[in-house]
């Protein structure tokens, strides 16, 4: 229901209440004495030069060259920055809110974070070009399918590469809520209770049991987070970025009995559905994986929830990397020719696969578990077919492991 108002939202282009300046710009409105430079106006007055100076996307944690949105905000005039401040989502999100993660922490390349599925719309001049270049994916030309849930044959993993465990993931937000960083209390709890009962209908293989963070004993916990299947409230950009707010409420995690197929509640996203083996057999991951996507979207559906969806963006997410497909295929892998990540961060930049394979320490994105010569590889972008990312993925792998 939401997703269908999501889809006529996102493609209301240029129907914006408070569109960008571009509509008013002097330029168009035929003021003498304008001169465009770079991105901005400048006035010329009597031989000086004058233009409102943007300090905007100076000063933030990270740098020009990684930070998409900071980029794409440094090429505005300040009175575009002004209006692009006056702006305002259904559910509140603002300009500030938006970037605080690219502002305050170095490693985030996106450097937003959307507070709602109208965030893409409303700063749809700011996002469009950074989901581009994020995901190196011609978004106009292109629609985006829902997931159909039909049989996938996979590409497998070479022999030799030496696989430790292998993991499949997806993001996925639900209409008509606000992104994780953006609900209330009440509403996590709501959203929590609803997923629970979502969970307690699975069957066969997905049958298992709901750990909330309120209700576990705090050894199970730390266990669960050891074992690589828990998420915990200890990263910096998450918690500036609203993801930990109102801890430990709304969150938890749901694991079927084999401890394989894993959704968690209430971390970066609403959820994050999965499925993880020892080994390799990516066939096997994703098949579970897929299974319990299904289950999930079955279990939406029947009390009138939904994947926030649109054809422009695929799955709606709260950081633009997850749109698309949301997925994120990674293995852990031993690659005993790198002692650091940065190491193997700079094979990939090196190679035909940059932009499109990541590297990753051993526990979660902004951990360094240099030394120890396992890595996460993943595809890195998400916008696509499943197994075209996950082919990314594969040959990753493979070009690290020669
Ligand atoms: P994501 O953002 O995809 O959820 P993170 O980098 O935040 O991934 O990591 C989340 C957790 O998942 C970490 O504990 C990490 O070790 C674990 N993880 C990711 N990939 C694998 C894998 N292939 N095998 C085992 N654990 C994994
Ligand atoms: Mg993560």
Redesign the pocket.
């Known amino acids: 229901m939401f997703a269908r108002n999501v889809n006529r939202f996102l493609s209301r282009r240029g129907a914006r209440a408070c569109s960008s300046s571009g509509g008013l710009s002097p330029a168009v409105l035929g003021v003498g004495g304008l001169a465009v430079v770079g991105g901005g106006y400048m006035m010329m007055s009597g031989g000086a030069t004058t233009a409102k100076p943007n300090n905007y996307a100076e000063n933030w944690k990270s740098s020009m060259e990684r930070c998409i949105v900071r980029r794409i905000l440094a090429d505005k005039t300040g009175e575009e920055i002004d209006e692009l401040k006056t702006r305002k989502t259904p559910h509140d999100w603002t300009l500030d809110k938006l970037t605080i993660v690219g502002r305050k922490h170095g490693h985030r390349k996106a450097g937003v974070y959307c507070g709602d599925a109208e965030t893409y719309d409303v700063f749809e001049d700011i996002l469009d070009p950074l989901v581009k270049e994020f995901h190196s994916y011609d978004i106009d030309n292109n629609k985006q399918q829902p997931e159909d849930y039909s049989p996938v044959t996979l590409d497998t993993i070479p022999e030799g590469a030496e ?5 499949i ?1 997806c ?1 996925r937000s639900v209409a008509p809520y606000p992104m994780t960083v953006n609900m209330t209390k009440e509403e996590r709890v709501e959203f929590e209770s609803m997923m629970k009962e979502i969970f307690s209908e699975f069957k066969g293989n997905l049958k298992g049991k709901y750990y909330g963070h309120t209700s576990t004993s705090k050894e199970r916990l730390d266990q669960l ?1 050891q ?5 915990c409230d200890d ?1 910096e950009a998450l918690l500036d970025g609203g993801c930990y707010t109102d801890w430990p409420h709304g969150r938890g995690i749901f694991m079927n009995d084999a401890e394989t197929f894993i959704v ?1 509640v209430g ?2 996203d609403h959820l ?1 559905i ?1 499925s ?1 083996k020892k080994g390799t057999d990516v066939q096997g991951v994703f098949d579970e994986f897929y299974s319990g996507v299904a289950a999930v979207d079955k279990g939406l559906q029947a009390r009138g929830k939904s994947f926030m969806f649109s054809e422009k963006l695929g799955y709606v997410n709260c950081c633009p990397s ?1 749109l698309g497909t949301g997925m ?1 295929a ?4 031993y690659l005993p020719k790198y002692n650091t990540k940065a190491k193997v961060a700079a094979a990939i930049a090196d190679s035909p696969l940059a932009g499109r394979v990541q590297a ?8 360094n578990t240099d030394g120890s010569c396992v890595y ?3 595809n890195y972008t998400r916008i696509g077919s499943m197994p075209e990312l996950i082919k990314d993925m594969i040959a990753g792998v493979v070009m690290l492991s020669e």
């Open positions: 696989i430790k465990s292998t993991r993931r993001a987070v074992e690589h299947k828990l998420f990263d968690w971390e970066e994050r999965m993880m997850n994120r990674s293995v852990h892998v990753r320490g051993t526990h979660g994105e902004s951990k996460d590889i993943s």
